[in-house]
């Protein structure tokens, strides 16, 4: 073991002109800026090499003695970095220095000028646990990938990005007639029967019995090329139906991102870093891929020699991309800048780049020369790096974004005190047509939050589908350009840029949107988009008839507010306007069983609202009065006089009733008296509340029931409830005793 000199140990002159000479040679000759922290650490390792422990004190010694002998100049960024000219460097000869210099300023955090609100919610947005594909990538426990063999990663490579439509190829699947010939099955010439000898062979296994190259480690360029090399299909180690298999769900879950967010999160991956989370030893090595490069697959004919379908892989025409959630994992948590992607170039010229640069670092790590087609995900990443700090600056200008985080605490408008706004009365608006036109459907409060909108305010707008959210979005959009504004219009789902879109269309404003969503945002498609739109600048003119369409429209909207005046305006001295008795003429007629005719007053043109309480009332009066003469029950049906059509009564006919409700009345006296004497006699007390028609039947029982005879047992008689005396009768019945 070497001994560590002590860290507090000062250096030697001779170190001292040694590290002198390190930072030299660490900081680039053309004037590119070297952060400080950056320049240390790399520093700290090349000591590291030679056992010398450089302090922070010596460090920023040093740097300021070269910086007062002019060989170093000091950067007026906050974090102090330092650059140098020196027209005999050479970037040849330090060519392992400088190749990922672009990205040295990628180490440096920059001066956080951002609240601490927004940095919280911007740290949500970034995930670098081994959840993270682009961080922790499994070969092994899913389908949702394809790996590739036998390829050479820049022709591979350049055959996509050229345009070049190609094809995966699977491992042949073995004939009967060679599994016999490899032992795998035993055929018996007696019987003419096949059995199995051993399990069926694996693709890579039989890819090897083939004579095919199966390692997932690619060749690299330096072999000889081959024909197989050359030609449009890309070798896969899967039989024809597992990598059918493969590729559709690849297939589908890419044109679902596409069609649901607009989004392409299929790659295909050049070059994968085996690195380690831990910092002190390899104990959670993980794969994550390099390069990344945007294709597409599309599915083609119906293969008869395979009985599968074939899928094509076309390279999109986006930008190529690193990975970027490696790129911050390794800044973070270990201070390594991992290259960028430049312009033109190829993979092995970027594996060497990680190598100079990563490995370099990192020694105990491995590259592996792999290429999977897999989904990955970029999308709240890049609003991550969007919200980097010292570029959100106009996002910070913005009200509403310093309402949202914190920063103030407007009050809200009077009109908006309860969480919701008050919509305008629109017909009183002045140049309603000019500073608020609309080219689709809208009802009063659509059309208030397209004022609102207008006059800049900020608002919410919610509702369940349907209720004309997209054609307020439409109008809002027409009435911006109107007055000469751009909007960005954001959405989760394609499907909602394209129901707007569409609507924009029709109205002839569709040279007018930009479509930068999904396979539309490729260079290619948004420069051809732009530049039809810029051979149709000049042919779009004021439309003649808009004038008279807007008369027409006023003519027609005077005519549907008299028509709503008067239906709202009191009807002579009422009190109730047209709409409120027309309302209530309804509500009376399906809630009573009457002509609503019956009960019209007989000069009801000159009634008041007084008039028509009072007899309102009269006619209340006698209701509630017939319903207390009706009983409890309330109900007509059990009224005294219900039936009586008879609307007055002579006086000798009154006497006569009288006479014999007074009858009656003794009838039921007399009836009353007998009932109770029956219930002491019968010595059942339900006997005193029968009504008149249940004595009748009590009365006819009895006369019916035959006198003892004297052999009666009488206590079995008292044993007899209703569920017996019921069976008793039946058995009767049956026997012939009594009748049916």
Same mark, same amino acid.
């Given at each position: 073991?070497?001994?560590?000199?002590?860290?507090?140990?000062?250096?030697?002159?001779?170190?001292?002109?040694?590290?002198?000479?390190?930072?030299?040679?660490?900081?680039?000759?053309?004037?590119?800026?070297?952060?400080?922290?950056?320049?240390?650490?790399?520093?700290?390792?090349?000591?590291?090499?030679?056992?010398?422990?450089?302090?922070?004190?010596?460090?920023?010694?040093?740097?300021?003695?070269?910086?007062?002998?002019?060989?170093?100049?000091?950067?007026?960024?906050?974090?102090?970095?330092?650059?140098?000219?020196?027209?005999?460097?050479?970037?040849?000869?330090?060519?392992?220095?400088?190749?990922?210099?672009?990205?040295?300023?990628?180490?440096?955090?920059?001066?956080?000028?951002?609240?601490?609100?927004?940095?919280?919610?911007?740290?949500?947005?970034?995930?670098?646990?081994?959840?993270?594909?682009?961080?922790?990538?499994?070969?092994?426990?899913?389908?949702?990938?394809?790996?590739?063999?036998?390829?050479?990663?820049?022709?591979?490579?350049?055959?996509?990005?050229?345009?070049?439509?190609?094809?995966?190829?699977?491992?042949?699947?073995?004939?009967?007639?060679?599994?016999?010939?490899?032992?795998?099955?035993?055929?018996?010439?007696?019987?003419?029967?096949?059995?199995?000898?051993?399990?069926?062979?694996?693709?890579?296994?039989?890819?090897?019995?083939?004579?095919?190259?199966?390692?997932?480690?690619?060749?690299?360029?330096?072999?000889?090329?081959?024909?197989?090399?050359?030609?449009?299909?890309?070798?896969?180690?899967?039989?024809?139906?597992?990598?059918?298999?493969?590729?559709?769900?690849?297939?589908?879950?890419?044109?679902?991102?596409?069609?649901?967010?607009?989004?392409?999160?299929?790659?295909?991956?050049?070059?994968?870093?085996?690195?380690?989370?831990?910092?002190?030893?390899?104990?959670?090595?993980?794969?994550?891929?390099?390069?990344?490069?945007? =294709?597409?697959?599309?599915?083609?004919?119906?293969?008869?020699?395979?009985?599968?379908?074939?899928?094509?892989?076309?390279?999109?025409?986006?930008?190529?991309?690193?990975?970027?959630?490696?790129?911050?994992?390794?800044?973070?948590?270990?201070?390594?800048?991992?290259?960028?992607?430049?312009?033109?170039?190829?993979?092995?010229?970027?594996?060497?780049?990680?190598?100079?640069? =990563?490995?370099?670092?990192?020694?105990?790590?491995?590259?592996?020369?792999?290429?999977?087609?897999?989904?990955?995900?970029?999308?709240?990443?890049?609003?991550?790096?969007?919200?980097?700090?010292?570029?959100?600056?106009?996002?910070?200008?913005?009200?509403?974004?310093?309402?949202?985080?914190?920063?103030?605490?407007?009050?809200?408008?009077?009109?908006?005190?309860?969480?919701?706004?008050?919509?305008?009365?629109?017909?009183?608006?002045?140049?309603?047509?000019?500073?608020?036109?609309?080219?689709?459907?809208?009802?009063?409060?659509?059309?208030?939050?397209?004022?609102? =909108?207008?006059? /800049?305010?900020?608002?919410?707008?919610?509702?369940?589908? /349907?209720?004309?959210?997209?054609?307020?979005?439409?109008?809002?959009?027409?009435?911006?350009?109107?007055?000469?504004?751009?909007?960005?219009?954001?959405?989760?789902?394609?499907?909602?840029?394209?129901?707007?879109?569409?609507?924009?269309?029709?109205?002839?404003?569709?040279?007018?949107?930009?479509?930068?969503?999904?396979?539309?945002?490729?260079?290619?498609?948004?420069?051809?988009?732009?530049?039809?739109?810029?051979?149709?600048?000049?042919?779009?003119?004021?439309?003649?008839?808009?004038?008279?369409?807007?008369?027409?429209?006023?003519?027609?909207?005077?005519?549907?507010?008299?028509?709503?005046?008067?239906?709202?305006?009191?009807?002579?001295?009422?009190?109730?306007?047209?709409?409120?008795?027309?309302?209530?003429?309804?509500?009376?007629?399906?809630?009573?069983?009457?002509?609503?005719?019956?009960?019209?007053?007989?000069?009801?043109?000159?009634?008041?609202?007084?008039?028509?309480?009072?007899?309102?009332?009269?006619?209340?009066?006698?209701?509630?009065?017939?319903?207390?003469?009706?009983?409890?029950?309330?109900?007509?049906?059990?009224?005294?006089?219900? /039936?009586?059509?008879?609307?007055?009564?002579?006086?000798?006919?009154?006497?006569?009733?009288?006479?014999?409700?007074?009858?009656?009345?003794?009838?039921?006296?007399?009836?009353? =008296?007998?009932?109770?004497?029956?219930?002491?006699?019968?010595?059942?007390?339900?006997?005193?509340?029968?009504?008149?028609?249940?004595?009748?039947?009590?009365?006819?029982?009895?006369?019916?029931?035959?006198?003892?005879?004297?052999?009666?047992?009488?206590?079995?008689?008292?044993?007899?409830?209703?569920?017996?005396?019921?069976?008793?009768?039946?058995?009767?019945?049956?026997?012939?005793?009594?009748?049916?």
């Amino acid at each position: 073991m070497t001994a560590q000199p002590p860290a507090n140990r000062p250096l030697a002159v001779n170190e001292r002109t040694l590290i002198q000479d390190w930072i030299l040679e660490l900081v680039p000759g053309d004037g590119a800026a070297v952060g400080n922290k950056t320049l240390k650490q790399r520093l700290d390792h090349r000591a590291e090499l030679h056992d010398i422990v450089v302090t922070d004190e010596d460090y920023w010694s040093l740097r300021e003695d070269l910086i007062a002998l002019g060989k170093l100049q000091k950067g007026s960024g906050r974090g102090g970095s330092v650059f140098r000219f020196d027209k005999n460097w050479k970037a040849d000869r330090q060519q392992s220095e400088v190749d990922n210099q672009s990205s040295w300023e990628d180490l440096e955090e920059p001066a956080s000028d951002s609240p601490e609100s927004l940095e919280k919610l911007r740290s949500r947005l970034l995930d670098l646990s081994a959840r993270n594909r682009l961080l922790n990538f499994s070969h092994a426990r899913s389908k949702r990938f394809a790996r590739i063999i036998d390829e050479l990663p820049d022709q591979l490579f350049e055959s996509l990005t050229s345009e070049q439509t190609m094809r995966f190829a699977p491992v042949p699947e073995p004939t009967e007639r060679q599994l016999i010939e490899q032992g795998y099955l035993k055929y018996d010439e007696q019987t003419g029967s096949v059995s199995e000898l051993k399990k069926p062979p694996t693709a890579e296994t039989w890819a090897q019995i083939l004579g095919m190259e199966t390692s997932y480690e690619l060749p690299t360029g330096s072999e000889d090329p081959c024909d197989k090399h050359a030609d449009d299909a890309i070798q896969t180690l899967y039989y024809p139906s597992e990598l059918e298999s493969r590729l559709q769900i690849l297939h589908t879950q890419s044109r679902l991102s596409l069609d649901e967010t607009g989004a392409n999160i299929l790659y295909l991956a050049f070059g994968f870093l085996e690195w380690d989370e831990s910092l002190v030893g390899k104990n959670s090595a993980r794969l994550a891929p390099l390069m990344l490069l945007p =294709v597409r697959l599309e599915k083609g004919k119906l293969n008869p020699k395979t009985a599968t379908f074939d899928y094509e892989v076309v390279y999109t025409g986006e930008d190529i991309l690193t990975n970027l959630s490696l790129r911050e994992k390794l800044r973070r948590d270990f201070g390594i800048a991992l290259p960028r992607i430049t312009e033109d170039l190829l993979p092995e010229e970027y594996f060497a780049r990680v190598r100079d640069t =990563v490995l370099e670092l990192k020694p105990g790590w491995n590259l592996h020369r792999f290429a999977s087609l897999g989904l990955f995900e970029f999308g709240k990443l890049m609003m991550y790096l969007d919200l980097e700090p010292g570029k959100n600056q106009a996002i910070l200008q913005s009200s509403l974004v310093q309402r949202l985080i914190g920063l103030t605490d407007s009050e809200r408008p009077e009109s908006t005190a309860s969480g919701f706004s008050s919509e305008h009365a629109i017909d009183e608006l002045q140049d309603v047509h000019q500073n608020y036109p609309l080219i689709d459907d809208a009802d009063s409060s659509q059309h208030s939050a397209l004022v609102d =909108v207008m006059r /800049g305010e900020d608002l919410v707008i919610e509702g369940p589908p /349907g209720t004309g959210k997209s054609q307020t979005i439409t109008n809002m959009i027409s009435a911006a350009m109107a007055q000469g504004k751009k909007v960005l219009f954001v959405a989760e789902k394609r499907a909602a840029l394209e129901v707007v879109k569409n609507r924009l269309t029709r109205a002839g404003l569709g040279d007018f949107c930009l479509e930068l969503h999904s396979h539309k945002s490729q260079k290619s498609a948004v420069a051809t988009s732009i530049g039809q739109r810029i051979s149709n600048r000049g042919s779009h003119r004021q439309p003649r008839q808009l004038n008279d369409l807007i008369n027409n429209y006023e003519r027609l909207k005077q005519q549907l507010n008299e028509h709503v005046r008067q239906l709202h305006a009191l009807h002579a001295s009422t009190g109730l306007t047209a709409h409120q008795i027309l309302m209530q003429a309804t509500r009376l007629r399906e809630s009573l069983a009457i002509r609503p005719t019956d009960f019209h007053p007989a000069n009801a043109a000159n009634l008041d609202k007084n008039q028509i309480h009072e007899q309102a009332g009269y006619f209340a009066h006698i209701y509630t009065k017939t319903a207390e003469e009706a009983g409890q029950t309330g109900q007509l049906e059990t009224h005294p006089w219900f /039936g009586c059509t008879k609307t007055q009564i002579s006086g000798l006919e009154q006497s006569d009733i009288l006479r014999q409700l007074k009858n009656a009345v003794t009838a039921l006296d007399e009836l009353n =008296v007998a009932r109770t004497q029956a219930s002491g006699e019968l010595q059942t007390a339900e006997v005193a509340t029968f009504s008149p028609d249940a004595i009748r039947h009590l009365a006819d029982a009895l006369s019916a029931m035959p006198m003892p005879k004297g052999d009666e047992d009488w206590d079995l008689i008292n044993r007899l409830d209703t569920a017996s005396c019921e069976s008793l009768q039946d058995w009767l019945v049956g026997m012939g005793v009594l009748p049916r």
